[in-house]
């Protein structure tokens, strides 16, 4: 049965690959996600893109563990030079848009499930969700999911870490700021122009540290990412545009991020677009990080963003693939991978959950 998964896994990833599904336009990658659950004989629902599923012995008063990914993808960029869309088989490289993020990864956690959708007297509810708009944030993703299926108490979110344990993941706001000055001709004098105003901001910025740093995460990173100012040569600016991304670690909530900011910046405004992409991470002496550990997989903090931004339990990273690879041009990721992960990922949760 263990080999049929993993023929029936790779053999999905290939029509995910070759059907679009970028992000809030993922219906026919939802419509094969539902046929994998028909020909299996598990019970499932669709809420908008989001498919998902319950253990066949799903018993109330026990924990529940959710299994999710997501099957949406980024745009293809200019530098690929293959068909984005087709899946094709290399060296034992399955190319595609989407294969390693976070393809690989959603196959085998729906095949992992499927494996152990018929247990009984299991220690958790199993819970999967294949999700939408992750790689946009968008509305009806994961986060739509969470008052829709049974509350989850713990989770495992497939994105690729090489099946490495990623403990923990950093948060992020963006942030808008403004500084001001007067607007004027550029012919006329003006000791208070909003572009060389900006220039000891960016020197505060480039400087700007927080005091606690994480043991998984390290430190926030602060990042002025976008500058924008004046419209015509002769026309001194009233003001300058800027753009801050902040990745923060689990030592600090994003409102406390908002709060030292705009108590502390040097900018006549500092607007967050979103507090609600926080840092998530797991404690090590969790059953399913000890079970990883004993198993020889490496744990680490993960400076990239994941569905587990929404999530307000306790929330394990983990899956084939690189995350190096991701939005890459000739994305792929390695046929083994996908059969490692899934002898992984269910040797993993036999240890937890059986």
Known sequence: MMEQLKNDAIALLKKLIETQSFSS????????????????NIDFKRTNNN????????????????????????????AYTRDPFKA??????????????AGGCLVSLIATFTHFYNYENLKYNLVIVASAEEESSGPN???????VIPNIDVAIVGEPTLMNLAVAEKGLVVFDAIIEGTPSHAAHPNDNNAIYNTIAALQWFEN????????????????VTQINAGSQHNVVPGHTDLVIDVRVNDAY????????LQEQAPVTKITPRSLRLNSSSIPMEHDLVKAGLA???????????????VLSCPSLKLGPGDS???????????????????????????????
């Open 25 to 40: 336009e993922e219906a026919a990658t939802a419509t094969h996600i539902e046929d994998w659950f028909k020909v299996h």
């Open 51 to 78: 498919v998902w599923a319950i253990n066949k012995h799903f018993e109330a008063g026990k924990p529940t563990l959710l299994l999710n990914s997501h099957h949406d993808t980024v745009k293809p960029n200019s």
């Open 88 to 101: 094709d088989v290399e060296d034992g490289k399955l190319y595609g848009l989407g294969s390693n993020d």
């Open 141 to 147: 993703g994961l986060n739509s999911m969470l008052s």
């Open 208 to 223: 700007c540290t927080f005091e606690k740093s994480s043991e998984a995460l390290g430190d926030v990173k602060l990042t």
């Open 253 to 260: 909530s994003n409102a406390e991020i908002a709060e030292i």
């Open 295 to 309: 198993m020889g997989r490496t744990s680490y903090g993960s400076p990239t963003l994941s569905d587990q931004a």
């Open 324 to 354: 190096t690879r991701s939005h890459s041009a000739d994305e792929f990721i390695y046929i083994n991978e996908i059969e490692e992960g899934i002898e992984i990922y269910v040797e993993l949760l036999s240890r937890v959950i059986v």
